[in-house]
């Protein structure tokens, strides 16, 4: 996992936690982007799934993180940017980027 100064200063400010982030990886849904980047969420239904397995976890509910793919190791891709998703991020991203 690598992040960006910008991703390192993001997730301190918002409280997002390295098993946050992990947890990302192994259970989020990748949404492709432009230019070789990708937002990761939790999909919709497994949300409150995955949130009760993971009580100790704060801030994991509305968790996103946005990545530049490394497609020959998806799991050392740059962290770009790390956030919550209150005003639905992905239905912004989809207005934006397609």
């Known amino acids: 996992m690598n992040k960006t ?3 390192q200063k993001r997730c301190s ?3 997002i936690k390295n098993k ?5 990886f192994k259970e989020g849904m990748i949404v492709n ?18 949130e009760n397995k993971n ?21 050392d891709s740059t962290i770009i940017t790390s956030g919550h998703d209150y005003k639905n991020v992905y239905k912004n991203t989809l207005k934006k980027f397609h």
């Open 5 to 7: 100064k910008h991703a």
């Open 13 to 15: 400010q918002r409280g």
């Open 20 to 24: 946050t982030i992990r947890l990302l």
């Open 33 to 50: 982007q432009n230019q070789g980047n990708a937002l990761i969420i939790f999909p919709k239904r497994e949300k409150q799934d995955i």
């Open 55 to 75: 009580i100790r976890i704060k801030n994991l509910k509305n968790a996103y993180m946005i990545i530049s793919i490394n497609r020959s190791n998806f799991d």
